[in-house]
T-cell receptor, first 112, second 108 residues
Framework: NAGVTQTPKFQVLKTGQSMTLQCAQD?????MSWYRQDPGMGLRLIHY???????DQGEVPNGYNVSRSTTEDFPLRLLSAAPSQTSVYFC???????????FGQGTRLTVV | KNEVEQSPQNLTAQEGEFITINCSYS?????LHWLQQHPGGGIVSLFM???GKKKHGRLIATINIQEKHSSLHITASHPRDSAVYIC??????????FGAGTRLTVKP
């Protein structure tokens, strides 16, 4: 049972480039979310989804897009990377909004 | 706006000691999570609480809804408990706020 799988683990982008961080879960969880973790700021919610076809913004959504075409996958897209998006990104999933969350291993993104 | 504060920021203990980490939040919430972040960076969920108390092995989590306060206790601490412990409070579907974390070091 893989749980929550994030790819890639590390990525370096140039300013202005676009990319997609992948997140997949095999637990049939309805709720999925993306967070970024920055030194001194803690974790912050970027976007979340309560089911296939339903997404919404969290605390820091600017510069990021998401979609949820299937229950399993919840990709995070950076449209035009900026140095301020240098961070560690975590994807998480849970059965519902207020149940135990399972986290991916994280993606360390550097934008130069 | 929900604010979450943890204390202490850093904690060093000797193996076997009883550990308490505190978390306070400012608004009504639907759930509070305790997470453990390993030195390698991975995050594991320890507890999800909406009321009362939960226990898993040597870990105990409590929440007082009226006082807007939660505690994580570790009994008989061990060096493998060394990690960053994070509390997170959800007040609405789009509002999940995290504490800054408590860095715990347990010395043998």
């Amino acid at each position: 049972n893989a749980g929550v799988t994030q790819t890639p683990k590390f990525q370096v982008l140039k300013t202005g480039q676009s990319m997609t961080l992948q997140c997949a879960q095999d637990m049939n969880h309805e709720y999925m979310s993306w967070y970024r973790q920055d030194p001194g700021m803690g974790l912050r919610l970027i976007h979340y989804s309560v089911g296939a076809g339903i997404t919404d913004q969290g605390e820091v959504p600017n510069g990021y897009n998401v979609s949820r075409s299937t229950t399993e996958d919840f990709p995070l897209r950076l449209l035009s990377a900026a140095p301020s998006q240098t961070s560690v990104y975590f994807c998480a999933s849970s059965t519902t909004l207020n149940t135990e969350a399972f986290f991916g291993q994280g993606t360390r993104l550097t934008v130069v | 706006k929900n604010e979450v504060e943890q204390s202490p920021q850093n904690l060093t203990a000797q193996e076997g000691e009883f550990i308490t980490i505190n978390c306070s939040y400012s608004v009504g919430i639907s759930a509070l999570h305790w997470l453990q972040q390993h030195p390698g960076g991975g995050i594991v969920s320890l507890f999800m609480l909406s009321s009362g108390k939960k226990k898993h092995g040597r870990l105990i989590a409590t929440i007082n809804i009226q006082e807007k306060h939660s505690s994580l206790h570790i009994t008989a601490s061990h060096p493998r408990d060394s990690a960053v412990y994070i509390c997170a409070a959800r007040s609405s579907p789009n509002d999940m706020r995290f504490g800054a974390g408590t860095r715990l070091t347990v010395k043998p």
